[in-house]
């Protein structure tokens, strides 16, 4: 017999202003550009200076997004029993950094800093080193649904009971190099676009920007629980008109249909080719649902989903939907059971269903 | 060798990402290891690459670097009479 997962903190460091916690989408930014950094938290106030100097921005936005959502749920570090991570591309600034070096230099002088820095589980690895976590340490790196694998992976093991509390995030950086050759293929919008024209600029190529969102699972409701993660499938590749067929199965397998659902988080992001893989969902099984976006606040990135993970989460506390989300004017008054669903380029789908508790 | 100070005390802040450090935070004497700045092994490392990239000088021994990387005084000196760019 498995025991349900619940959410009993939530940490975000985005494109919004979303790192503090006692607030929620109250004060929007909007912008006019094709790329969109965070906005950034006073990282002294989490991480001490000699700590600090040699993290890359991917390490310090986790630390921070990761310390909140420990502190919210009221959960002393060293019960922390695992550290599960997903992330496109890990520390791809020192990456870059490294390589230029290894090229600049040739191959002479390198040094151990971004060397150590620009690994993919960099993050995972410095987080346990700062809570002295010694168990389950796993990076999971796969586009899209990286941050979906951290969390089903998270949600096994504490089913399971092999582990009580596990700290389960999705964390990308956004830098030069990475900047100028999506650029260059046209996954980056040619053209600036406005925060809430992004849907309508009929554009291909996304506003890339960069997050993290990191969430305490634990196998036991406490007095901070979000949500109960009730399911999360993935797939690399589906058709447009797989989707819908895919999305009842897997309400299916949850003893759920459509109509169960209140609301859904869909993942356009304003990419004309591939935005009508949510259109099947928005107009045809939940076209009576209540629908939200969020990639016109956040951009897109490898783990953006986490920024919808962390909205199903807020919206289910609150009963509170930002009116700069809506995609459609149906009405809830109370979201019960919020199902989100994510692709990037018609590859790498997700949906993650959460639950009142 | 004022000269010479001042261009290691930036050098050392800008490779080490000493934030919120100046040049003028930094006494000649100041010991760059434990109570003084706080650097550690990896910061040991990242000075003896510097020494080879930037003036030419191998440390064949890294016990050398103990004395050598006490200060920027000692430093300083030590590049002076090694120098060979």
């Known amino acids: 017999m498995t025991r349900p997962v619940y959410i009993n903190g939530i940490g975000s460091v985005s494109a919004q202003k979303t790192f503090d916690n006692s607030v929620f989408l109250e004060d929007v930014t909007y912008r006019s550009d094709t790329i969109i950094n965070v906005i950034s ?59 230029r070096d290894i090229i600049d230099n040739n191959e002479q002088y390198l040094t151990p800093t971004r060397f150590i820095q620009s690994s993919h589980n960099t993050v995972a690895g410095q987080l346990a080193l700062g ?92 007095h901070s629980c979000h949500a109960e993660l009730v399911g999360v499938s993935t797939f690399n590749n589906l058709s447009k008109n797989q989707v819908s067929e895919k999305a009842r199965s897997f309400l299916e397998e949850n003893n759920l249909t459509s109509d169960s659902i209140d609301l859904i988080i869909l993942g356009y992001n304003g990419d004309v080719e591939f935005d009508g893989y949510y259109d099947g969902l928005a107009n045809g099984l939940f076209s009576n649902t209540c629908q939200i976006y969020y990639k016109h606040l956040v951009g897109e990135f490898d783990t953006a989903s986490g920024f919808a993970f962390w909205l199903g989460n807020k919206i289910i506390r609150h009963h509170n939907i930002p009116p700069v989300l809506r995609l459609n004017s149906v009405e809830v008054s109370e979201p019960k059971l919020i199902l989100c669903y994510n692709q990037y380029r018609g590859e790498n789908h997700s949906f993650t269903l959460l639950r009142k508790c | 060798m004022t000269e010479l100070k001042l261009e290691l005390k930036e050098k050392i802040i800008e490779q080490l990402n000493l934030e919120d450090v100046s040049a003028d935070d930094i006494a000649d004497q100041d010991p760059l290891f434990g109570e003084g700045l706080g650097l550690d092994s990896i910061d040991a490392l990242e000075l003896i690459v510097m020494l080879d990239k930037d003036y030419g000088i191998k440390l064949a021994d890294p016990k050398e670097g103990r004395k050598i990387f006490e200060s920027v005084e000692t430093m300083a000196a030590y590049i002076t009479a090694n120098r060979s760019a």
């Open chain 1, 131 to 222: 809570m002295g976590c010694k168990g389950h340490n796993f990076t999971y790196v796969h586009s899209a649904i990286s941050f979906e694998s951290a969390l089903l992976d998270a949600k096994l093991q504490l089913e399971n009971k092999e582990a009580d509390n596990i700290l389960v995030g999705g964390v990308d950086e956004l830098v030069d190099h990475h900047i100028d050759t999506h650029r260059l293929i046209e996954h980056i919008k040619q053209e600036p676009v406005a925060t809430m024209a992004v849907l309508k600029s009929g554009t291909k190529g996304a506003i890339f920007s960069e997050g993290a969102h990191f969430f305490v699972l634990s196998g036991e409701k406490s």
């Open chain 1, 41 to 99: 938290p006073d990282y002294k106030s989490y991480i001490p200076p000699a700590a600090a100097r040699r993290m890359a921005k991917g390490i310090k936005m986790s630390t921070v997004s990761a310390k909140t959502a420990i502190q919210e749920a009221d959960l002393e570090e060293n019960k922390i029993d695992a550290i599960i991570v997903g992330t496109g591309l890990g520390c791809i600034g020192d990456s870059e950094k490294f390589v």
